[in-house]
Every structure is written in structure tokens, then in C-alpha cells.
């Protein structure tokens, strides 16, 4: 709210916009809760990498209901996706018939970044829909949503409150500013860079993940969990080759920096304007 006001901006957004704003809200919260209740209930690891198979969730999606191209390079990203998740994820059922004794993960964990997956390409595509949105005006209706639906779904949950620790502010307060830090430079790249390059970006969490993981945490991880993350990491590199060799990618790159601009100029018409419009209603 106090980046919005600064800037001068309608905390609600545009008028048309505002239904699909709370939907984006919603899923963003789903999205939040699937992931942290996947990282409570899985490695570290495992949790980030099968939660980022959103991207391939939202090229499909995209293709369905947005009318995008999926070619051949897609689909192959998506196949090597899939067999990531699987040597990730390690179903017994699958497992055996390789000759693997490996043990599965936790199924709750398994359902928890499944469900912020999907959630996070509903997110994706909505925020593609929504271009002309301010980044901060979906961090904001994230935020709204989060306070309201945060209380009912612990009353619901049976989760009871205890006051936080002198080592747990601190903290709270650090995931606080990251998520907002974060929500804010996703949604901003997604307005301004292609799809692909974008959403191919957040495979570089599953390297920082296995860092974390293996030095802060000191969680033990295997090699299949490590060929099953460099699997889903290849789609990346698929999606940025297949990118950075579209001539229609480079012309919209190149057509985003020269309309940078004259987009800001005309969000900010537009802002007056509706202000413009508030102020004679409420005359």
C-alpha cells in the first residue's frame, strides 16, 4: 500500500480487471500454502523441484486456453519434466519395475507441491492476461487475500496460534520482505519478458535449493534425486534456446524495451485518469 500510494497508483487496479485480480490473489495464496506445506513435509530439494514443473503446467495451459504455439521443443521439455518428477518423487509402483529399492516421499508432501504447482501456472497465466496491471497492485491483492484467507484456513486446519519467539521475528519478518520482493520482480519479468524466458528463470531455484539444502540444512539427498532435478533443469534450457532462436521472440524483446516507456506513460494516463473519474463520482 505505501509503494502503491507513493507512486500514485489506485491500490483496486483498472475497474474491468478487479474480478481477475482476486482470482490471481486466490491462487497466489494457494500457491503459497501448497509450497510451504510441501517444504515442511519433503526435502528441500524435492519440494522446490517438483512445485517449478509449473512452467511446463503453463505452456500446456497456455497452448489450451490462450491459443500459444507448443511445438515439438515443448513437448519434449515436458516429457523430460515428467521423468524428472518421477525420479524425484520415486513411486514405489514405478520404481520396482526399474529394480530400484528406493523409498517414495511422503505422499501429503507429494499433494502439497503438486497443488502449488498448478496453482502457480494459474498464476502465471493470469498475470499474462493482466499485462497491464502494476506489478504492486498484484503484490497488494495477494496481501488482501492472505489476511483473509489466511485465519479461516488455520481455524479450518485446527492450527493454534502461539506468540513467536525473539528468533522468530526476525525471520517472519525476512519471509515477509522476500515474498513481496519476490511476488513483485516475478510479476514485473512476466510483463516484460517473453513467457518462455520468464518462466524458465525459476529453475535456477532448484540449484540454489540443492545448495541449501546440502550446506545450511545438511539434509541428505541420492543420485536419483539429482538426475531427476538436472532433468526438469534441461526444460530451462530448452525453453531459453528455443527463445533466443525465434526471430517473433527477438522482435517482441525488442518491441518490449522500445514501448518500456510508453507503456509506463500510458499506465500513468491512465491512473489519472480513473482518479479523475473517482474524484467526480465523488462529487
Request: glycine share 8%.
Amino acid at each position: 500500500m505505501s509503494i502503491l500510494a507513493a507512486k500514485g497508483i489506485n491500490p483496486l487496479g483498472p475497474s474491468g480487471s478487479r474480478v481477475l485480480l482476486w482470482v490471481r490473489a486466490a491462487a497466489g495464496f494457494g500457491f503459497m500454502s501448497g509450497y510451504y506445506y510441501a517444504i515442511q513435509h519433503l526435502p528441500l530439494s524435492d519440494a522446490v523441484v517438483i512445485t517449478y514443473t509449473s512452467p511446463v503446467i503453463t505452456a500446456v495451459a497456455a497452448a489450451l486456453l490462450l491459443g500459444e504455439a507448443w511445438g515439438r521443443l515443448d513437448a519434449l521439455g515436458s516429457v523430460l519434466c515428467m521423468f524428472g518428477v518421477v525420479l524425484i518423487s520415486k513411486p514405489g509402483f514405478v520404481m520396482s519395475l526399474f529394480g530400484f529399492p528406493a523409498e517414495s516421499i511422503p505422499l501429503n508432501g507429494l499433494l502439497g507441491a503438486i497443488i502449488a504447482a498448478v496453482m502457480s501456472s494459474a498464476v502465471y497465466l493470469l498475470v499474462r492476461v493482466l499485462k497491464g496491471v502494476h506489478p504492486m497492485v498484484f503484490v497488494n491483492y495477494f496481501a488482501a487475500a492472505g489476511i483473509v484467507l489466511g485465519p479461516i484456513c488455520s481455524y479450518v486446519s485446527g492450527e493454534k496460534w502461539s506468540w513467536h519467539t525473539e528468533r522468530d521475528w526476525p525471520l517472519l519478518v525476512l519471509l515477509a520482505v522476500f515474498s513481496v520482493a519476490g511476488q513483485a520482480l516475478m510479476n514485473l519479468g512476466l510483463t516484460l519478458e517473453t513467457a518462455a524466458k520468464a518462466t524458465a528463470m525459476n529453475y535456477s531455484q532448484v540449484v540454489f535449493a540443492f545448495v541449501f539444502q546440502t550446506a545450511l540444512l545438511h539434509e541428505p539427498t541420492d543420485s536419483l534425486s539429482v538426475a531427476g532435478s538436472m532433468l526438469i533443469a534441461m526444460w530451462g534450457v530448452i525453453a531459453l534456446a528455443k527463445d533466443a532462436g525465434s526471430p517473433r521472440a527477438a522482435e517482441e524483446v525488442v518491441r518490449n524495451e522500445a514501448t518500456v516507456p510508453e507503456m509506463m506513460l500510458q499506465r500513468r494516463r491512465s491512473h489519472e485518469l480513473e482518479h479523475r473519474n473517482s474524484e467526480f463520482d465523488a462529487h
